[in-house]
């Protein structure tokens, strides 16, 4: 029967094909598997996201302002990059956006890890921000990183050094830090204070991107 040959020589001429299409679908799906499992793998060994914050910081005691760049995310990140919207100098010419922290930036930053940096004292900084005409005004910082797997993050934040003029220091500086910490004696009363007083910190908004 002639149709049964045809059929029979088709079938013969496809199965090649089929079976050709057949190892190359499996061979996707496998890729697609250990592609996966490479994800999940890299993302257990990086412990979570990185969050790189940077913020200013004033001590009510010494009246000194410092900037801190620090990982406040749960994993490690790399390829650390900053962009400031204008330059952050101090009152005597050094120019703090300008060092080498933040223009060759860090290859990577643990989870926990903080850099501080002096900035300048609160009152002579404003007294310069008023004779550049900047007073009140807030300086932005992006940065930019990466996780181990390699996807990249941004995050904009804002450095608003004249928030602190006028705020009152504690007149026992070494008492409130442990009313801070709620520190209690077994008499009911606060403790002692041990160690240094606790520096007056904040750390403003921002915004994010991946």
Not at 57 to 83: M, Y
Not at 132 to 156: C, I, K, M, S
């Amino acid at each position: 029967m002639p149709a049964l040959e045809i059929v029979s020589s088709v079938a013969q001429t496809l199965s090649p094909l089929l079976y050709a299409a057949f190892i190359v679908v499996i061979w996707f799906q496998l890729r697609a598997a250990r592609e996966s499992v490479r994800e999940v793998r890299q993302e257990f060994l990086a412990g979570g996201r990185p969050v790189v914050a940077v913020h200013d910081e004033f001590d009510h005691g010494t009246r000194a302002l410092s900037l801190a760049v620090e990982n406040v995310g749960q994993g490690p990140a790399k390829n650390i990059t900053f962009e400031f919207s204008c330059p952050i100098e101090s009152s005597d010419g050094v120019e703090i956006s300008g060092l080498p922290l933040f223009t060759i930036g860090l290859t990577s930053l643990s989870p926990g890890a903080r850099i501080t940096c002096f900035w300048d004292d609160l009152d002579d900084q404003m007294t310069f921000l008023r004779k550049n005409g900047l007073e009140g005004e807030d300086f932005h910082v992006t940065v930019r990183y990466t996780d181990l797997p390699g996807a990249q993050y941004w995050n904009t934040w804002d450095i608003q050094p004249a928030i602190y003029e006028g705020l009152r220091a504690p007149t026992r500086p070494a008492q409130h830090a442990h009313d801070q910490a709620g520190e209690i004696t077994d008499t009911g009363g606060p403790s002692e204070p041990r160690g240094e007083p606790a520096m007056a910190t904040t750390s403003t908004g921002a915004t994010e991107g991946t």
